[in-house]
Structure formats: structure tokens, C-alpha cells
């Protein structure tokens, strides 16, 4: 069956330093894949989606995350954390119509 | 564009009583709709997938008599939570996907059950 891992289930940085959240999906054949945000008590935010075009994916508020086929990773990252980046983190991954399957979530803290 | 809005955010209801939650695309037409469910900490599971005038495809183990789904129209499904029990109790959100679109979803906010 096609997964998706997140490595890390709680990271932990300070404000103004690097976020480095990893994540591999199963399959060897290209996905779509997604990032999603999800702040205590609320629905998901799209960050960033991946769909065949470039490799490097820029998305709102700093993210960005690279597509690395031969790794099948598609981890994210951020220059400069800020306390408003502390939440819940979901890397999703979609095989053509098939459902979406959701990593099992990686909690980021801020630290000021 | 592409917005979800589910209603109500939060519901509080007694045990053996029924709930409808609703989900609502804003600016497009889904044709496709999915609901969730989402303990604390946990991440999404999927429940079901409901397609606009046909019946609802349940993933195993979710019961069918239990968590009814309409997709009426091609804006709105609704999910009924029948003689709701505390063990019910948990965030439900639905997404949406439009004509066309092969992969990606758009997201409601969720909406918060206590079953007490």
C-alpha cells in the first residue's frame, strides 16, 4: 500500500533559526504531494503542492520544500522560524484519483 | 477562490441523540466531497467519499447506519452523526474537489463534536 512518513513526529527550534520537517512517500512514480497547516482547533492550510512542474516548491509564509525523486522526499523547510510557525504539519501525498494519504503529522514548537 | 465552509464549527449534543454537520464549496462546484475524522494529536482519517446524486463510498470499518452522507447537490454534502455516543465525539472535516481536478482538495475548517 502507498505511504507517506513524516521522520519526525515533534521538532522543536528557535525563533529565527532553520525548520527542517522531512518527509518519504513509498512509491517510486511521481505523486502530486502537498504540505498542509493546521493550528489547534482548525482546518487545514494548504502551504505548498507539488505537480510535476519545477522541483523547488515556494509557498506562503517562507516555506518551501524540495521534490528529490531518487530520495522520494519531498522534505520542508524554512529559513527563519517565527513564533507564528508553531502548529501541526502535514505532508500529503496523492496518487492520481486515488485518496489522499496523510504522514501522521509533525509537531513544530518555536522557542523564543 | 476554492472555499469549504462546514456548520456548525462546534456542536455539543447528548448521547443517543442525532447531529448534521454540512459542508458547503462557496465558489465552486464540487463534485466530489470527503469527510474526515481526526482524534486529538492524531492525524486524518479518511471516512468517506461522497459523489454529488450517487451513494457514499465508506472506508472499511466506518459504519455506514451510523455516519449518514448526502451529497445532494454539487455544493453541499452533509454528514449525520445517528444516536450519537461519547465515543463519537472528535473533529470532523470535510474537503471538496472540483470538476477537473485530479488531485488537489480544498480543505473546511472542521467542526468540533462533544457527545456528552
Known amino acids: 500500500a502507498q505511504s507517506v512518513t513524516q521522520l519526525d513526529s515533534h521538532v522543536s527550534v528557535s525563533e529565527g533559526t532553520p525548520v527542517l520537517l522531512r518527509c518519504n512517500y513509498s512509491s517510486s512514480y511521481s505523486p502530486s504531494l502537498f504540505w498542509y497547516v493546521q493550528h489547534p482547533n482548525k482546518g487545514l492550510q494548504l502551504l505548498l503542492k507539488?505537480?510535476?512542474?519545477?522541483?523547488l516548491v515556494k509557498g506562503i509564509n517562507g516555506f518551501e520544500a524540495e521534490f528529490k525523486k531518487s530520495e522520494t522526499s519531498f522534505h520542508l523547510t524554512k529559513p527563519s522560524a517565527h513564533m507564528s510557525d508553531a502548529a501541526e504539519y502535514f505532508c500529503?501525498?496523492?496518487?492520481?484519483?486515488?485518496?489522499?494519504?496523510f504522514g501522521k503529522g509533525t509537531r513544530l514548537s518555536v522557542i523564543a | 477562490g476554492a472555499v469549504v465552509s462546514q456548520h456548525p464549527s462546534w456542536v455539543i449534543c447528548k448521547s443517543g441523540t442525532s447531529v448534521k454537520i454540512e459542508c458547503r464549496s462557496l465558489d465552486f462546484q464540487a463534485t466530489t466531497m470527503f469527510w474526515y475524522r481526526q482524534f486529538p494529536k492524531q492525524s486524518l482519517m479518511l471516512m468517506a467519499t461522497?459523489?454529488?446524486?450517487?451513494?457514499?463510498?465508506?472506508e472499511q470499518g466506518v459504519e455506514k447506519d451510523k455516519f449518514l452522507i448526502n451529497h445532494a447537490s454539487l455544493t453541499l454534502s452533509t454528514l449525520t452523526v445517528t444516536s450519537a455516543h461519547p465515543e463519537d465525539s472528535s473533529f470532523y472535516i470535510c474537503s471538496a474537489k472540483g470538476q477537473g481536478d485530479s488531485y488537489e482538495q480544498y480543505f473546511g475548517p472542521g467542526t468540533r463534536l462533544t457527545v456528552t
Open positions: 500529503v501525498v496523492s496518487w492520481g484519483n486515488t485518496p489522499l494519504v
Open positions: 461522497s459523489n454529488e446524486g450517487s451513494k457514499a463510498t465508506y
Open positions: 507539488y505537480t510535476s512542474a519545477a522541483t
